[in-house]
C-alpha cells in the first residue's frame, strides 16, 4: 500500500514530460507517455487494492507526503488518504480514464494539438486523483479548482472556433459561482472547528453541533453549492451541454465519468455534514429531482448526439443527488460507478459515429447504421441499456437500489414515483437515441466511412462488458465508508417488480414512438403547442434566455453606464480643481519684477488696513 | 536749543510722501536706473521716519537706525550697479520687464 503516492505522481510526470517537449516528440511517443502514465497509474492501483482487500473493507490507509503551509496552528498537509470511497474513484478514474485515453490516441489522431491534448488530459487525471485522494478539504480544494482548469482548457480544446471559446468560458464562470460558494463553507467550517482534515471536521462537526443547528445547515448547503456547480445540477446546469464542443474523449472522461460526478463525491465524503441537517438532505433531494426530470426532459427532443449525451449525464447525476438526499449513499456511489461506466461507452460509441460520418451530429441526419458500425452500434446498445437500467446491465442494479431506497424514505412513495417516472422518460429517450440513430431511415449524413482503429475497438469492447456486468461488483469498499451499510439487492414485492418493469415499459414505448409509429409520432407533435414544448424543452427549459435576462444583460447595462468610469468622478474632480490652482499661481508667476512689487504693497495696504481696522 | 520744533506729523507726512513718491517710482518706471533712484527714495523716506521719531521721542535708536539704512543704501548701491552692468551686457537693455525669463 505503500505504492499509492505514486498513483497521482504517474499522471503528473507525463503531464510534464509532454509540457516541456511542447509537441516536438513523435505522435507515437506522445500516445505511449499520455495513455501510459494512466495506464501505469492504474497498475499502480493494482497491488494497492489488494493490500486493500486483504485488510478487509474498513480498512484506512493515511501517506503523509509533506506539510504544505503551516502557519499558526493552520497546517493542511499534503495526506494521501485511501478509504473504500476512494478506492472505487481511483478505479474509476484510473481505470476507465486509461481506456479512454487509449480511444483518444485513435480518435486525435493527425490534430495538431495532439500532444497539448494529452498534456491536459494528463494534469487532468492528476488533479482529480489529489480531489480523491485528499485528507484535507483544502487539498480537495486544490484538486477541485484542478480539475476545473482542465475542463476549461479541454472544452476550449478547438480553439479556432470562438463559440468553443465562450462555452469553456461559460463552463468556468458558471461552476466558479458554485466553487464560491464551496470556498465560503470551507472558511465557515474552519472558523467553527480550527481545522480542515477531513475526519478531524466530520468528528468534530458531530460533537460541536446538535443537530438540525443552523450553522452546519448552512456549511452543508455551502458545500451542497460546489458540488451543484461541478456536477451541473440545477440551477447551475446550464454550462454542461455546451461544454460538448470539447472533443469527444473530453466529454467521455471530465463531463461523463469523473469531474461532473466529483460532486457526488464530496458530498459522500462529507455525509456526516448532511447527515447533521435534514434541511440539507431535503434540498439533496429537491435539487436532485428536478433536475432529474428538468434534463431528462431536454434529452428526450434534442437533435445533437452529444448533448443527448450530456443532458441525460446531468439526469444521471441527478439520480446521484436523489440517493443521497434519500440516504442511499452507497447506491449514489454504486450508480457513480456504473454511471462511469456507461455514459463513457456511450460517448466513445458516439465519437465512433461522429469520426465515422465525418463530425455530423445531428442524429436525424445519421439513421440506418446498424450494419454498417457494428461495433459502435453494439456498444451504444449496451450504454443505452444500462442507461435505461434494462434488467441485468449495470444500470439495473444501481438504478434499482436508489429507487427501493427512496421508498423505504420517510414520504417515500411518492419520491418513488417521482424518480420511477423519471426513469421511463429516461427509457425512452434511450430508446429514441437507438431507434433514430441506428435503425431510422438513411439519412443525409456523408459515410459512414468506419475511420476507427484497434486503440479505439478495444476500449469499446471492455467498456461494453463493464456496462453488461459492472452491477455484479460488489461495492463493499465504499459502503464501509458510507453510513448506511451498503447496497442491498434484495427487496421483495410489489414496488420491485414495478421498478424493474418500469425500463422496459419505457423502451416498448419509444420502439412504438420513435420505430414503429414514426410516422404518426411526427404527425402527433407537429402541432403548435407541442412544438413549443419541443422548442422550450430543446433550449433546456430556457434556462440560458432566463440567465441571459437575470444576470448578463444587467450586467452589461451596468457596464455600458460604467464605461466612463463612474467610481472615478471624485477623483477626476479633485484632480481638475487642482490643475485651476495650479493655472492660477503659475499666471502669477509670470517673471516681472514690477509685477511682485505692486502685488507686495497691495498686500501690505490690506495687511495696514486690517491691522489698523483691528485696533 | 528751543528752536521751534516741527510737529511729528509733518515730518510723517512728508516720509509717507516721499516713501509713495519712491513707490509710485518703482512701480512705473521700467529702466533699472530709475528704478534705483525711486528705491533710494523709499530708503530716505524711512530713514525720514526714524529721525524724526527718534527726535520725538529723545531716543538714539532713531539715528542708528538711519545709520544702518545708509549703509545698507550704499551696499545696494555697490551691488545693483554689478546687476545693471551684467543686464545690459545681456540683454542689451536697461528695460526690468526684458528680465522676466523666471516666469513661471
Request: hydrophobic share 60%.
Given at each position: 500500500?505503500?505504492?499509492?503516492w505514486?498513483?497521482p505522481?504517474?499522471?503528473?510526470?507525463g503531464f510534464?514530460?509532454?509540457?516541456v517537449?511542447?509537441g516536438?516528440?513523435?505522435?507515437v511517443?506522445?500516445?505511449?507517455?499520455?495513455a501510459?502514465?494512466v495506464g501505469l497509474?492504474a497498475?499502480?492501483?493494482?497491488?494497492v487494492?489488494?493490500?486493500?482487500?486483504?485488510?478487509g473493507p474498513g480498512?484506512?490507509?493515511?501517506?503523509?507526503l509533506?506539510?504544505w503551509?503551516?502557519?499558526a496552528g493552520?497546517?493542511?498537509?499534503i495526506?494521501?488518504?485511501?478509504?473504500?470511497?476512494?478506492?472505487?474513484m481511483?478505479?474509476?478514474?484510473?481505470g476507465v480514464?486509461?481506456?479512454i485515453?487509449?480511444?483518444a490516441?485513435?480518435?486525435?489522431a493527425?490534430?495538431?494539438?495532439?500532444?497539448?491534448?494529452?498534456a491536459?488530459m494528463n494534469?487532468f487525471?492528476?488533479?482529480?486523483?489529489?480531489?480523491?485522494?485528499?485528507?484535507?478539504?483544502?487539498?480537495?480544494?486544490?484538486?477541485?479548482?484542478?480539475?476545473?482548469?482542465?475542463?476549461?482548457l479541454?472544452?476550449?480544446?478547438?480553439?479556432?472556433?470562438?463559440?468553443n471559446g465562450?462555452?469553456?468560458?461559460?463552463?468556468?464562470?458558471?461552476?466558479?459561482?458554485?466553487?464560491?460558494?464551496?470556498?465560503l463553507?470551507?472558511?465557515l467550517?474552519?472558523?467553527e472547528?480550527?481545522?480542515?482534515?477531513?475526519?478531524?471536521v466530520l468528528?468534530?462537526?458531530?460533537?460541536?453541533?446538535?443537530?438540525g443547528?443552523t450553522?452546519?445547515?448552512?456549511a452543508?448547503?455551502?458545500?451542497l453549492?460546489?458540488a451543484?456547480?461541478?456536477?451541473?445540477?440545477?440551477?447551475?446546469q446550464t454550462?454542461?451541454?455546451?461544454?460538448?464542443a470539447?472533443p469527444?474523449?473530453?466529454?467521455?472522461?471530465?463531463h461523463a465519468a469523473?469531474?461532473v460526478?466529483?460532486g457526488?463525491?464530496?458530498?459522500a465524503?462529507?455525509?456526516?455534514?448532511?447527515l447533521?441537517s435534514p434541511?440539507a438532505?431535503?434540498?439533496?433531494?429537491?435539487?436532485?429531482?428536478a433536475?432529474?426530470?428538468?434534463?431528462?426532459?431536454?434529452?428526450l427532443?434534442q437533435?445533437?448526439?452529444k448533448?443527448?449525451?450530456?443532458?441525460?449525464t446531468m439526469?444521471?447525476?441527478g439520480?446521484?443527488f436523489?440517493?443521497?438526499?434519500?440516504?442511499a449513499?452507497s447506491?449514489?456511489?454504486?450508480h457513480l460507478?456504473?454511471h462511469?461506466?456507461?455514459?463513457?461507452l456511450l460517448?466513445?460509441?458516439?465519437g465512433s459515429?461522429i469520426?465515422?460520418?465525418?463530425h455530423?451530429?445531428?442524429?436525424?441526419?445519421m439513421g440506418?447504421?446498424?450494419?454498417?458500425?457494428?461495433?459502435?452500434f453494439?456498444?451504444?446498445?449496451?450504454?443505452?441499456?444500462?442507461?435505461a437500467?434494462?434488467?441485468?446491465?449495470?444500470?439495473?442494479?444501481?438504478k434499482?437500489a436508489?429507487l427501493?431506497?427512496?421508498?423505504?424514505?420517510?414520504g417515500g412513495?411518492?419520491?418513488?414515483?417521482?424518480?420511477?417516472?423519471?426513469?421511463?422518460?429516461?427509457?425512452l429517450y434511450s430508446a429514441r437515441?437507438?431507434?433514430v440513430?441506428?435503425f431510422?431511415?438513411?439519412?443525409?449524413a456523408?459515410g459512414?466511412d468506419?475511420g476507427s482503429?484497434?486503440a479505439?475497438r478495444?476500449?469499446?469492447?471492455?467498456l461494453s462488458?463493464?456496462?453488461?456486468?459492472?452491477?455484479?461488483?460488489?461495492l463493499?469498499p465504499p459502503?464501509a465508508?458510507?453510513p448506511d451499510?451498503?447496497?442491498?439487492?434484495g427487496?421483495?414485492?410489489w414496488?420491485?417488480?414495478v421498478?424493474?418493469?418500469v425500463?422496459?415499459?419505457?423502451v416498448?414505448l419509444?420502439?412504438?414512438l420513435?420505430?414503429r409509429w414514426?410516422e404518426?409520432?411526427a404527425?402527433?407533435?407537429?402541432g403548435?403547442?407541442?412544438?413549443?414544448l419541443?422548442?422550450?424543452?430543446?433550449a433546456?427549459w430556457?434556462?440560458?434566455?432566463?440567465y441571459a435576462r437575470l444576470?448578463?444583460q444587467?450586467?452589461?447595462?451596468?457596464?455600458?453606464?460604467?464605461?466612463r468610469?463612474?467610481?472615478d468622478v471624485?477623483?477626476v474632480?479633485?484632480?481638475?480643481l487642482?490643475?485651476?490652482g495650479?493655472?492660477?499661481?503659475a499666471?502669477g508667476?509670470n517673471g516681472?519684477?514690477?509685477?511682485?512689487l505692486?502685488?507686495?504693497?497691495a498686500g501690505?495696504?490690506l495687511l495696514?488696513?486690517?491691522v489698523?481696522?483691528?485696533? | 536749543?528751543?528752536?521751534v520744533?516741527?510737529?511729528?506729523e509733518?515730518?510723517m507726512?512728508?516720509a509717507?510722501?516721499l516713501f509713495?513718491?519712491g513707490?509710485?517710482?518703482?512701480?512705473?518706471?521700467r529702466?533699472?536706473i530709475?528704478?534705483l533712484m525711486?528705491l533710494?527714495?523709499?530708503?530716505?523716506?524711512c530713514?525720514?521716519?526714524f529721525?524724526a521719531?527718534?527726535?520725538r521721542?529723545?531716543?538714539?535708536?532713531?539715528q542708528?537706525?538711519?545709520?544702518?539704512i545708509l549703509?545698507?543704501?550704499?551696499?545696494?548701491?555697490a551691488?545693483a550697479l554689478?546687476?545693471?552692468l551684467q543686464?545690459?551686457?545681456?540683454l542689451?537693455s536697461l528695460d526690468?520687464?526684458?528680465?522676466?525669463?523666471?516666469?513661471g
Amino acid at each position: 500500500m505503500e505504492a499509492l503516492w505514486l498513483i497521482p505522481l504517474l499522471p503528473l510526470l507525463g503531464f510534464v514530460t509532454l509540457l516541456v517537449t511542447e509537441g516536438r516528440l513523435p505522435a507515437v511517443l506522445v500516445a505511449m507517455i499520455g495513455a501510459g502514465s494512466v495506464g501505469l497509474a492504474a497498475l499502480a492501483a493494482a497491488p494497492v487494492t489488494l493490500d486493500f482487500l486483504q485488510q478487509g473493507p474498513g480498512t484506512v490507509f493515511a501517506q503523509p507526503l509533506w506539510v504544505w503551509i503551516d502557519v499558526a496552528g493552520f497546517s493542511p498537509d499534503i495526506t494521501l488518504y485511501l478509504d473504500g470511497l476512494s478506492l472505487a474513484m481511483v478505479w474509476v478514474i484510473t481505470g476507465v480514464g486509461f481506456l479512454i485515453h487509449l480511444y483518444a490516441t485513435g480518435y486525435m489522431a493527425g490534430d495538431p494539438g495532439y500532444s497539448r491534448f494529452f498534456a491536459y488530459m494528463n494534469l487532468f487525471v492528476f488533479a482529480m486523483l489529489m480531489l480523491v485522494l485528499a485528507d484535507d478539504l483544502l487539498v480537495l480544494y486544490l484538486g477541485w479548482e484542478g480539475v476545473g482548469l482542465c475542463s476549461y482548457l479541454l472544452i476550449g480544446f478547438f480553439h479556432d472556433e470562438p463559440a468553443n471559446g465562450y462555452a469553456a468560458r461559460k463552463a468556468f464562470v458558471v461552476t466558479r459561482v458554485g466553487d464560491t460558494a464551496m470556498a465560503l463553507g470551507l472558511f465557515l467550517l474552519f472558523r467553527e472547528l480550527g481545522t480542515l482534515d477531513i475526519q478531524s471536521v466530520l468528528s468534530a462537526a458531530t460533537t460541536t453541533w446538535p443537530d438540525g443547528s443552523t450553522t452546519v445547515t448552512v456549511a452543508a448547503l455551502l458545500i451542497l453549492g460546489g458540488a451543484v456547480g461541478k456536477s451541473a445540477q440545477l440551477p447551475l446546469q446550464t454550462w454542461l451541454p455546451d461544454a460538448m464542443a470539447g472533443p469527444t474523449p473530453v466529454s467521455a472522461l471530465i463531463h461523463a465519468a469523473t469531474m461532473v460526478t466529483a460532486g457526488v463525491y464530496l458530498v459522500a465524503r462529507v455525509h456526516d455534514l448532511f447527515l447533521l441537517s435534514p434541511l440539507a438532505q431535503s434540498a439533496l433531494i429537491g435539487v436532485g429531482l428536478a433536475t432529474l426530470f428538468m434534463a431528462a426532459c431536454a434529452a428526450l427532443v434534442q437533435r445533437d448526439i452529444k448533448r443527448i449525451l450530456a443532458y441525460s449525464t446531468m439526469s444521471q447525476i441527478g439520480y446521484m443527488f436523489f440517493a443521497l438526499g434519500v440516504g442511499a449513499w452507497s447506491a449514489a456511489v454504486f450508480h457513480l460507478m456504473t454511471h462511469a461506466f456507461f455514459k463513457a461507452l456511450l460517448f466513445l460509441s458516439a465519437g465512433s459515429v461522429i469520426l465515422a460520418l465525418h463530425h455530423e451530429q445531428d442524429i436525424f441526419r445519421m439513421g440506418g447504421l446498424w450494419r454498417r458500425l457494428p461495433l459502435p452500434f453494439a456498444g451504444m446498445l449496451v450504454g443505452a441499456a444500462a442507461l435505461a437500467a434494462l434488467p441485468f446491465t449495470s444500470g439495473f442494479y444501481s438504478k434499482d437500489a436508489i429507487l427501493l431506497a427512496s421508498a423505504a424514505a420517510p414520504g417515500g412513495l411518492w419520491l418513488w414515483a417521482a424518480a420511477s417516472l423519471a426513469a421511463l422518460v429516461t427509457a425512452l429517450y434511450s430508446a429514441r437515441l437507438i431507434f433514430v440513430v441506428f435503425f431510422g431511415p438513411p439519412g443525409s449524413a456523408a459515410g459512414p466511412d468506419d475511420g476507427s482503429n484497434n486503440a479505439m475497438r478495444g476500449p469499446l469492447v471492455v467498456l461494453s462488458l463493464l456496462a453488461l456486468g459492472g452491477g455484479w461488483f460488489g461495492l463493499a469498499p465504499p459502503a464501509a465508508v458510507l453510513p448506511d451499510g451498503g447496497v442491498s439487492h434484495g427487496h421483495g414485492g410489489w414496488l420491485a417488480w414495478v421498478t424493474g418493469a418500469v425500463p422496459l415499459l419505457g423502451v416498448g414505448l419509444g420502439y412504438l414512438l420513435f420505430y414503429r409509429w414514426r410516422e404518426r409520432t411526427a404527425a402527433l407533435v407537429s402541432g403548435a403547442a407541442a412544438q413549443t414544448l419541443r422548442r422550450f424543452w430543446q433550449a433546456g427549459w430556457g434556462f440560458d434566455w432566463l440567465y441571459a435576462r437575470l444576470f448578463e444583460q444587467p450586467f452589461t447595462a451596468l457596464a455600458r453606464l460604467n464605461r466612463r468610469d463612474v467610481v472615478d468622478v471624485p477623483f477626476v474632480l479633485t484632480a481638475a480643481l487642482l490643475r485651476i490652482g495650479h493655472q492660477l499661481a503659475a499666471d502669477g508667476q509670470n517673471g516681472r519684477l514690477r509685477w511682485y512689487l505692486a502685488n507686495m504693497a497691495a498686500g501690505l495696504a490690506l495687511l495696514l488696513i486690517i491691522v489698523l481696522g483691528a485696533a | 536749543m528751543n528752536a521751534v520744533s516741527i510737529p511729528l506729523e509733518h515730518v510723517m507726512a512728508l516720509a509717507a510722501t516721499l516713501f509713495l513718491i519712491g513707490l509710485a517710482g518703482v512701480l512705473v518706471r521700467r529702466n533699472l536706473i530709475f528704478l534705483l533712484m525711486s528705491l533710494e527714495i523709499m530708503m530716505n523716506a524711512c530713514g525720514l521716519a526714524f529721525i524724526a521719531a527718534g527726535a520725538r521721542w529723545g531716543a538714539a535708536d532713531g539715528q542708528i537706525m538711519y545709520m544702518l539704512i545708509l549703509a545698507l543704501a550704499a551696499a545696494e548701491v555697490a551691488v545693483a550697479l554689478g546687476l545693471l552692468l551684467q543686464l545690459e551686457r545681456r540683454l542689451g537693455s536697461l528695460d526690468i520687464d526684458a528680465a522676466s525669463e523666471l516666469r513661471g
